[in-house]
Nanobody, 119 residues
Framework: HVQLVESGGGSVQTGGSLRLSCTYS?????MGWFRQAPEKEREAVAG???????YYADSVKGRFAVSQDNSKNTLYLQMNSLEPEDTAMYYC?????????????????WGQGTQVTVS
């Protein structure tokens, strides 16, 4: 069982930056960040594949950067050049790869979420 705790959300003006943190109790092969705005579909933002590669949603490429510090059991999401469209609840999540070695679309373990508001 994996536990995740998020922090770093808040309110920021357009063009500003935030860094989200997610501490985890155990490292999983699949780890990433998701976001969901009210009445919107949950969206994968950025994360790590089971092979260690990073991925980013097209909407955040060049602006967001995912990283991790294994010594601190922490996953980060650096968010730069924030736009109002980035406003959402942000969640970190983790899971094991499936039988094909792929990270699932729906993750098993989730943090509580942290609100990001850009105006």
């Amino acid at each position: 069982h994996v536990q995740l705790v998020e922090s770093g959300g808040g309110s920021v003006q357009t063009g500003g930056s935030l860094r989200l943190s997610c501490t985890y109790s155990s490292k999983s092969a699949c780890m990433g960040w998701f976001r969901q705005a009210p009445e919107k579909e949950r969206e994968a933002v950025a994360g790590y594949t089971s092979s260690g590669n990073t991925y980013y949603a097209d909407s955040v490429k060049g602006r967001f950067a995912v990283s991790q510090d294994n010594s601190k059991n922490t996953l980060y999401l650096q968010m730069n050049s924030l736009e109002p469209e980035d406003t959402a609840m942000y969640y970190c999540a983790s899971d094991q790869p499936d039988l094909y070695g792929l990270c699932p679309h729906e993750y098993t373990y989730w943090g509580q979420g942290t609100q990001v508001t850009v105006s």
